[in-house]
C-alpha cells in the first residue's frame, strides 16, 4: 500500500500502479495506468495526458485528455470532461455524474450509472446501457441495442435514438431523430422525426413528424404535425 499524492506527472512521465494507492493525481501530461490495483483519490488529467484503468479507481475525474476505463473494470466517481479536446471512452463500469464538454464513449456491453449533462457542442455516443437521465445541448447518439434509463431533457442540439429511451423524453431545444424507441411519454415543442415505437402520452406544440410510429396513448397536438402512418390509441389535435 502506498499512501500519497501525484503533485505532477511530466508528458515524458509514465505511472503504473499494481498495488492499493491511497493519494490524489493533481496533474497528469503523461501517461498513468491502475494496471491491477485499487486507486483512490482525485484524478486530474490534462490536455496530451492519458489514464487507463484496468481494475478500480475511486475519485472524482477531471479530464482534458484522454481517460480509457476497459472491460471488466470499475471507476466511481463524477466525471467533468473540461474541454472541447477530452475524450472519456468506458468500456467497463463507471459509476458517477457526467459533465461534458468533450466526448464520452459508453460503448457496447459497457454501464454508466449517473446523470449526464452534455453541453453546447460536447458529444455522448451512448452503444451500452446509462443507467440515470441526460441533459443534452450538444450531441448524443444512443445507438441501437443501446439504453438510456432516465429521462432525456434537451435544450439545444441534436439526438438521434435507433436503441431505447426508457425515461421519456422532453424536447425544448434542437432535434429529436428517432427510429427506435422511446417509453414513459414525449413532450416536444421544438422538432421531432419519430419512427419505431413511442410509449406514453404525446404533448406536441412543436413541430413533428411521424412516420410508421406506433404509440399506445394519448397525442396531444398544438404544433405542427405530418403523419404518416401515426398509430395509436387517441389523438387529439388542437
Not at 509514465?14 to 494507492?21: C, D, E, F, M, P
Not at 431545444?173 to 415543442?189: E, F, H, K, R, V
Not at 394519448?218 to 387529439?236: C, D, E, M, P, V
Amino acid at each position: 500500500t502506498f499512501t500519497g499524492d501525484v503533485l505532477s506527472n511530466a508528458a515524458t512521465g509514465q505511472i503504473y500502479n499494481n498495488a492499493t494507492w491511497n493519494g490524489d493525481l493533481m496533474s497528469n501530461a503523461g501517461f498513468v495506468a491502475n494496471q491491477a490495483g485499487t486507486w483512490t483519490g482525485d484524478f486530474v488529467n490534462g490536455s496530451g495526458g492519458t489514464i487507463t484503468n484496468s481494475a478500480t479507481m475511486n475519485g472524482a475525474v477531471s479530464n482534458a485528455g484522454i481517460v480509457n476505463n476497459l472491460s471488466g473494470a470499475q471507476i466511481t466517481g463524477a466525471l467533468n470532461n473540461q474541454t472541447s479536446g477530452s475524450f472519456a471512452r468506458n468500456f467497463g463500469t463507471w459509476t458517477g455524474a457526467a459533465t461534458n464538454s468533450g466526448i464520452i464513449n459508453n460503448e457496447s456491453g459497457a454501464t454508466w450509472v449517473g446523470n449526464g449533462s452534455n453541453l453546447v457542442g460536447a458529444t455522448i455516443n451512448n452503444s451500452g446501457t446509462w443507467t440515470g437521465t441526460i441533459s443534452n445541448a450538444g450531441t448524443l447518439n444512443n445507438t441501437a441495442g443501446s439504453t438510456v434509463s432516465g429521462l432525456l431533457t434537451q435544450t439545444a442540439g441534436t439526438t438521434t435514438n435507433g436503441g431505447a429511451l426508457n425515461g421519456g423524453a422532453n424536447i425544448t431545444g434542437g432535434t429529436l431523430n428517432s427510429t427506435g424507441t422511446i417509453l414513459s411519454g414525449m413532450t416536444n415543442s421544438a422538432t421531432v422525426n419519430a419512427s419505431g415505437t413511442l410509449s406514453g402520452a404525446v404533448q406536441n406544440s412543436g413541430t413533428m413528424t411521424a412516420n410508421g410510429l406506433i404509440g399506445n396513448n394519448t397525442f396531444t397536438n398544438s404544433g405542427t404535425t405530418a403523419t404518416n402512418g401515426l398509430i395509436g390509441r387517441a389523438r387529439s389535435f388542437a
